[in-house]
């Protein structure tokens, strides 16, 4: 099945050790969305590659860089994770035809800070 | 920016008796609309979609929401609820201008009473 993958599924670090989450699809989308999700809130976006066009968002920290070195991989990297950085992280894909297209979500990584 | 508001961090329902979750949209031109649901540690999937067809759409799991235009709204139902539909439920909001981008609301968690 074509899907969206996410590994590690729980990663510890401690803090201010340099941390990479990464994400893999099958779909073969030209949109790739990393998201935050703190406990019991919504998805915050913190920012998306369009191909390889690369869209932060405005209120995403300094702290949180990503890569998508080809289509069907991307890395979100925290530099230098605080305790504050501690949630889950969500992959997402899309085809990119529009704004009516269907995000496809991964499982998630959930991050722990040390 | 557009943005959506879902009345009622938490719902509770019995086993069989009608589901409504609420969801209210803030946006200047006809939106796109998303209803997505979370199982615990997982990533979201998407339940239905709005995307000015139809105003009344049906998704999976015999859940249905109708969008109206004169309320600004797009609740969530399903006419008989099952233990397997609890879950935390998220209403989005696709902009329709610049990047495609989803905006979440901040969720409704709804728990089924046996």
């Known amino acids: 099945d074509a899907m969206v993958i996410q590994n590690p599924r729980y990663q510890v670090t401690q803090f201010g050790k340099p941390v990479t989450l990464s994400c893999s699809q099958t779909l073969n989308h030209n949109v790739m969305y990393w998201y935050q999700q703190k406990s019991s809130q919504a998805p915050k976006l913190l920012f998306h590659y369009y191909d390889k066009d690369f869209n932060n968002e405005a209120d995403t920290p300094d702290n949180f860089q990503s890569r998508r070195p080809n289509t069907s991989f991307c890395f979100l990297d925290i530099r230098s994770p605080g305790l504050g950085d501690a949630a889950m992280y969500l992959c997402a894909t899309s085809r990119g035809g529009g704004h009516q297209e269907t995000q496809y979500f991964g499982p998630g990584t959930r991050l722990l800070v040390l | 920016a557009q943005s959506v508001t879902q009345l009622g961090s938490h719902v509770s329902v019995s086993e069989g008796a009608l589901v409504l979750l609420r969801c209210n949209y803030s946006?200047?031109?006809?939106?796109?609309l998303f209803w997505y649901v979370q199982y615990p540690n997982q990533g979201l999937q998407l339940l239905l979609k709005?995307?000015?067809?139809?105003?009344l759409v049906k998704g999976i799991n015999g859940f249905e929401a109708e969008f109206k235009k004169s309320e600004t709204s797009f609740h969530l139902t399903k006419p008989s609820a099952h233990m397997s539909d609890a879950a935390e439920y998220f209403c989005a909001v696709s902009e329709q201008s610049g990047n495609e981008k989803l905006t979440f609301g901040t969720g409704t968690r709804l728990t089924i009473i046996p």
């Open positions: 946006s200047s031109v006809p939106p796109y």
């Open positions: 709005y995307t000015s067809a139809a105003t």
